[in-house]
């Protein structure tokens, strides 16, 4: 099995929506940005819904989402895989990263929305007993993974469910 680590956070301090996987796949690994797989649904839902194009370069992407006051990190630090399925995770060797420290430096965050069932459970199981109160009653959703192995629901359906984003109050930034 092999130790990954998880990257820090695409989050201005005005931030007002969380989104969170679970840790990066291989693919993100090797290119050290989030969802970075081509068959990911990620980023080609983030133009849909925010009109910040797939197109543009990784960094400008995430510019566009923080003005927009979207973040983006994952629930997991470090653990081992033995692949980039969130199934292959060893369950006895999850860190989760510190909530705690980012709610407290993102006072702002109204909606946490987790990219897929495993965010949820790892964030359900080893984050939100150790938030005080306040922290631990901040609105969470699941939406569907965008994940290529989420293959029983197409984009159509992902997008019309990720768009509960666009009903959130946001930074008024560069379109």
């Not at 420290?101 to 702002?108: K, Q, S």
């Not at 939100?128 to 984009?155: E, K, Q, W, Y």
Request: glycine letters at 6%; hydrophobic letters at 45%; one cysteine or more.
């Amino acid at each position: 099995m092999t130790r990954i680590h998880s990257f820090p956070p695409i989050a201005a301090g005005s931030a007002q929506r969380l989104i969170l996987g679970s840790i990066p796949g291989k693919a993100s690994l090797l290119a050290r940005q989030y969802y970075a797989h081509p068959r990911n649904a990620f980023w080609p839902i983030i133009e849909a819904v925010f009109g910040i194009s797939a197109t543009l370069a990784y960094d400008e992407r995430c510019a566009y989402l923080r003005a927009r006051g979207v973040a983006v990190w994952d629930v997991l630090k470090t653990c081992t895989r033995t692949s980039s399925l969130d199934s292959d995770i060893d369950a006895a060797s999850i860190v989760p990263n510190d909530f705690a420290a980012f709610f407290a430096g993102h006072p702002g965050i109204q909606m946490v929305y987790f990219n897929g069932a495993m965010a949820e459970k790892a964030f359900r199981r080893h984050v939100l007993p150790a938030l005080p109160d306040a922290m631990g009653r901040i609105p969470c959703v699941r939406l569907p993974s965008t994940s290529p192995a989420n293959a029983s629901f197409s984009f159509e359906r992902k997008l019309q469910m990720w768009r509960l984003l666009e009903h959130q109050p946001h930074a008024d930034g560069p379109r």
